[in-house]
């Protein structure tokens, strides 16, 4: 609060230059509570998917209190976006998973907008598609999605969205990549897919962009948005792959 950035933006907003405050959120699930005590917010933007729900308590609290919530990353960036995971086994094959994944943010009854990255014209006509027909997940659905969770809880902690906050690393591992293809492997399983996106990076030589060139100096976590474990991961990408 050293600029006093709220006052300010409280004071734009009665001055008539915002019509609505609205804030981004990346901290600790119960640190978004005194945020929306203050009052001043009209909506909140926070992460929320079939592999992240941390935030799904302070959603509700922020629904209860008349804050609209925008869920962001609804495919748990690009992770839920391919068809044939273990979500889409689990409920028989009848829902792809990118629907799938849209189709559980849209069922949260506290969630008001799915704000989901789309890079292709079909992505866009298939999100469409979804939204409009304003179908829920049926009670049994959501069981099964439960205890799958429960079984995923380790995949949870590789939330790596491929932002690439985290670059450049000095020592040239592409971090976004070869977390990539750990996702791969892990959330997928996907192995034949994940060790032909790992061999992809190491480019001719084999060697360039890999995740054993890491020194663990930790220069990427400082710098990463979503706290992934990047070191530890890239350990564990080293030990898969190489
Ligand atoms: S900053 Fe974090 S989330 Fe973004 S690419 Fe790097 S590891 Fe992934
Ligand atoms: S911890 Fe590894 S990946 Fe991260 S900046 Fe250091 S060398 Fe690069």
Redesign the pocket.
Known sequence: MQFNLLEEAVKAKKQGLIRFLSFSFHDKPEKMLPIIDTGAFASVLCQYNLLDRANEPSIKYAAEKGVGVIAMGPVGGGRLAFAGSIFEDALGGRVTTPELALRFVLSNPNINLALSGMSTRQMVDDNVRVASRNELLSEQEMLRIDELQKQCRSLAEI?????????PCPFEVN??AC?EALIYQKVYRMEQHAQAKYSAIGGDSGKEGIASLCTSCGA?EK????K?Q?RKHLKETTAIFE
């Open positions: 939330y790596c969205t491929g932002c690439g906050y985290c670059m971090i976004p977390l990427c710098k990463c948005p979503q992934v990047i």
